[in-house]
Structures are given as C-alpha cells and as structure tokens.
T-cell receptor, first 114, second 111 residues
Framework: AQSVTQLDSQVPVFEEAPVELRCNYSSSVSVYLFWYVQYPNQGLQLLLKYLSGSTLVKGINGFEAEFNKSQTSFHLRKPSVHISDTAEYFCAGGSGGGADGLTFGKGTHLIIQP | DTAVSQTPKYLVTQMGNDKSIKCEQNLGHDTMYWYKQDSKKFLKIMFSYNNKELIINETVPNRFSPKSPDKAHLNLHINSLELGDSAVYFC??????????FGSGTRLTVV
C-alpha cells in the first residue's frame, strides 16, 4: 500500500532564506506525487505535481520539487521564502490518478520568521 | 467558474441531527471523492466514486452515506451526528492521468 511520510511537522525559517520540506513515499508501483498548500482556514491549493517525465517539477509561487526514485523522495524547495508562505504543506501520492484517491502525509507547518 | 464547489462552507449543528453536504464539479472528471481533515489537520480519504459507482469505502461509520446522482455530483449525508464528526470535509475530483482538484471544504461543527 502507498504511504507518504513528511519527516518534519514544523519548519521555522527566516524570511528570504531557502527552505526544503521533506517527503518520502513508499510504493511498489508507479506513483503520482503532489504537493498542496493550505493557508489558515482555507482549502487545498495544488503547488505542483509529478506524473511522469522530467524529475524536476516547477510549481506556483516559486516552489519546485525533485522526484528521486532511488531515494523514494519528493522534497519541496523554495530558494527564498516570504511571510506569505506561512501555511501547512501536504505531500500526497496516488498510484494511478484514478479512483484510488490520494494518500496524504501528515503535513508540515512552515513558519516564516521576520 | 469554480471547478469543485461544496455547500455549505460552514455547518454548525447539534448532536443527533442529520445533515448533508453537497459537491459539484464542472471539470468533466469521472471520479469524485470525500476526504476528512481532522483537528490535527490529517487528511484521509473516506469514499470515492467513479461514474456514479462506489469504488472506495474506507472504514467510516455507517452513519456516513455518499450519494452520486450523476458523475458531476457527490453528496455526503451524515445521520445521528456525533461530537467526533466535527472536522473539515473536502470534496475532490480527478481524471486518470491528471491531477486532483479539491473543493474549498466544509467546516462541520457538532455541538
């Protein structure tokens, strides 16, 4: 069965510093991987997705992620964060994009410090 | 146009009541889902429907019953609401080979 692990429940970072949010997955089948952001009291917004092709995926708001099959990782990165990036970030995986649905990690709370 | 829309956005109700949450998608996707986000923000799938057919029914109390009148709609009916049902419920849709689109959520508070 698919499982997704976000290693850090909370990541504090100073404004304009780089950040990496870690995500590892386990699966014996091909995977689709996603990062979603949830701002306080709001819904889930897709940041980026890996379905196939290039392992470096660029998303919205300056975020990018790299699919690493050998390390079963899909870490999210941003070179310079802003106060407005403060939010909960979820990594999620699905085996086929069909009716299986997504398995979510437990989320990482990104805290930007001025 | 909102791709996946849920109503209501907020729902406050007393224990023991029955309530429904509605979801509609205009993306032409074949599959729709209900997810529950608990107080610790953990997201877990409850149900999925593909072309009106129930595909996934996770370990969810029988008090929760999804209904899909057509492939663009997936409603969630909850009987005899309990305090522990308080959560944010997200509807989503997908098409195989593409991504998943989520609604903005329904915050259910049972008092």
């Amino acid at each position: 069965a698919q499982s997704v692990t976000q290693l850090d429940s909370q990541v504090p970072v100073f404004e304009e510093a780089p950040v990496e949010l870690r995500c590892n997955y386990s699966s014996s089948v091909s995977v689709y991987l996603f990062w979603y952001v949830q701002y306080p009291n709001q819904g889930l917004q897709l940041l980026l997705k890996y379905l196939s092709g290039s392992t470096l995926v660029k998303g919205i708001n300056g975020f990018e992620a790299e699919f690493n099959k050998s390390q079963t990782s899909f870490h999210l990165r941003k070179p310079s964060v802003h106060i407005s990036d403060t939010a909960e970030y979820f990594c999620a995986g699905g085996s086929g994009g069909g009716a299986d649905g997504l398995t979510f990690g437990k989320g990482t709370h990104l805290i930007i410090q001025p | 146009d909102t791709a996946v829309s849920q109503t209501p956005k907020y729902l406050v109700t007393q224990m023991g009541n029955d309530k429904s949450i509605k979801c509609e998608q205009n993306l032409g996707h074949d599959t729709m889902y209900w997810y529950k986000q608990d107080s610790k923000k953990f997201l877990k799938i409850m149900f999925s429907y593909n072309n009106k057919e129930l595909i996934i029914n996770e370990t969810v109390p029988n008090r929760f019953s999804p209904k899909s009148p057509d492939k663009a709609h997936l409603n969630l009916h909850i009987n005899s609401l309990e305090l522990g049902d308080s959560a944010v419920y997200f509807c989503a849709s997908s098409q195989k080979g593409t991504g998943y689109t989520f609604g903005s959520g329904t915050r259910l508070t049972v008092v």
